[in-house]
């Protein structure tokens, strides 16, 4: 897991691909060779009970005379339904991370990894964008994903699991961390067996999918005006200074948001979740940070890095274009490639 206390942070990671090994083909012959010992030598006892050859029914016979080529049709049509499995992606991820021209410390933090938990290959992916202090984002970097994970529902019901994680670890935040000042964004990424990827944010830090050229958003940035009748529901206002965009209360551009104490009444820690199936279509997924989103599109950004090869280069390729935009933002991105 990244530290992010220096300028600029930079990775890569892939998950291992599958093979069968040696030992494993030795072990299933040995148990085949001694399942077809057990069937010959109980056809044999039968054999006994009849006596001379001639009693023996015909039926029997044919099974003792072609016992041998079923069984090494059963082994073809075997090898012919593993090699139809389709084999599991390859998954890789690149990140980086750059400081802005905001005159304060880093305050993005990010998770790039990928761990065995119960049996399942899990890719955790997470950007943490922190305002008005780095502490919020840091502790949500070191303690979210293990809170998720603990969830006793979470294999059987992610979503509500998640929803539980978040907010049980905002109650820590406020507890600990920071009381009234200080907060951040989250988008957290946790990809399963390859297979399915279950999402879920706060704030305006934002994940996209790209599949089969096709540019997907699957979060919602959670913007004062769009949610409007949510914080009025919640005794709260928005309001837009000349020049400035939309605040909850006039100091909050968000909605959702870990830690911001004294307007937790108005706002909440609650996330959207959202689920995908990743197949043979999916070419890669982007997390980023608003220090991208506030110069490029969504369209632009998978455009942009569609026809590179590598996970690392398209992450640094974003944050270099967005730079070029003159992005003042701290801005942070992680690619995860399916190949």
């Known amino acids: 897991m990244p530290q992010l206390k220096g300028w600029v942070a930079t990775g890569y990671s892939s998950f291992p691909t599958q093979a069968v090994t040696d030992r494993s083909l030795y072990i299933y012959e040995q148990k085949r060779a001694s399942?077809?010992?057990?069937?010959?030598?109980?056809?044999?006892?039968?054999?006994?009970e009849y006596g001379p050859e001639e009693e023996v029914p015909s039926d029997l016979k044919e099974v003792d005379e072609h016992?041998?080529?079923e069984d090494e049709d059963n082994e073809e049509e075997e090898e012919e339904e593993e090699q139809e499995k389709p084999s599991k992606l390859l998954?890789?991820?690149?990140?980086?991370?750059?400081?802005?021209?905001m005159g304060h410390e880093m305050e993005d933090y990010i998770v790039a990894e990928t761990r065995e938990v119960n049996g399942h290959e899990l890719g955790l992916?997470?950007?943490?964008d922190g305002h008005s202090g780095r502490y919020v984002a840091e502790y949500l970097q070191s303690h979210l994903f293990d809170n998720i994970l603990s969830q006793p529902d979470f294999w059987t019901s992610p979503k509500k699991a998640i929803k539980r994680a978040y907010k049980a670890t905002d109650d820590e935040i406020l507890n600990k961390v920071v009381e009234s000042r200080g907060g951040s964004t989250?988008?957290?990424?946790?990809?399963?067996d390859r297979e399915k990827l279950i999402v879920a944010n706060v704030g305006d830090s934002r994940a996209i999918l790209c599949r089969n050229g096709t540019t997907?958003?699957?979060t919602v940035d959670h913007e004062p005006q769009k949610e409007k009748k949510l914080v009025e529901s919640r005794g709260g206002f928005v309001s837009k200074r000349p020049g400035s965009v939309p605040r909850v209360d006039g100091q909050l551009a968000m909605t959702r948001a870990f830690g911001d104490g004294k307007l937790k009444d108005h706002i909440t820690s609650e996330p959207d979740v959202r689920m995908e199936m990743i197949d043979r279509d999916t070419e890669f997924l982007i997390l980023a940070s608003d220090g991208l989103w506030k110069v490029m599109s969504n369209q632009e950004a998978s455009d942009y890095i569609r026809v590179l090869d590598d996970a690392q280069e398209k992450a640094e390729?974003?944050?270099?274009?967005?730079?070029?935009?003159?992005?003042?933002?701290?801005?942070s991105c992680i690619v995860v490639m399916f190949t």
Do not use: C, M, Q, W
Request: proline share 2%; charged share 25%; net charge positive.
């Open 35 to 48: 399942s077809l010992k057990k069937e010959v030598n109980s056809l044999h006892l039968k054999r006994a």
């Open 67 to 69: 016992d041998t080529s």
């Open 91 to 101: 998954v890789t991820h690149g990140f980086h991370l750059v400081i802005g021209k």
């Open 125 to 128: 992916y997470a950007i943490f």
């Open 186 to 192: 989250a988008v957290t990424a946790i990809l399963i």
């Open 216 to 218: 997907k958003p699957i």
């Open 317 to 331: 390729k974003l944050i270099e274009e967005a730079l070029s935009r003159i992005s003042l933002d701290d801005i």
